[in-house]
């Protein structure tokens, strides 16, 4: 069952083209997707269901989004990387921590 792989056993299988695999993937990570394009990005909700559907329909590097968006590829990660722990710390009910200013 692939609701049991861990993450990185459960991108290795999307890689294969294990299409149960790829369905749990999105399952398991579009909330945070959701999450980093609205909050992160505060796109209205017609643009956050484009870029969701682009996230999940193109495998692109951080260089290929960075020049899209013309902003730095560490930028990108970094972001995701806040995103994901602010993320982590509401499901597990507590408060998110703030980044100093």
Do not use: H
Not at 28 to 55: C, H, K, M, P, T
Not at 78 to 86: D, P
């Amino acid at each position: 069952m692939v609701a049991s792989l861990s993450d990185a056993r459960l991108v290795a299988r999307c890689r294969e083209g294990d299409e149960a695999a790829w369905s749990e993937l999105v399952t398991r990570f579009s909330r945070y997707v959701y999450a980093i394009i609205g909050q992160g990005f505060g796109l209205r909700a017609q643009n956050a269901e484009d870029v969701f559907q682009e996230v999940f329909a193109r495998d692109e590097s951080y260089q290929a989004i960075s020049a899209a968006l013309d902003i730095p590829a560490g930028t990108i990660a970094s972001r995701i990387s806040r995103c994901l722990a602010k993320l982590r710390e509401m499901f597990e009910g507590r408060k998110p921590t703030t980044e100093p200013s």
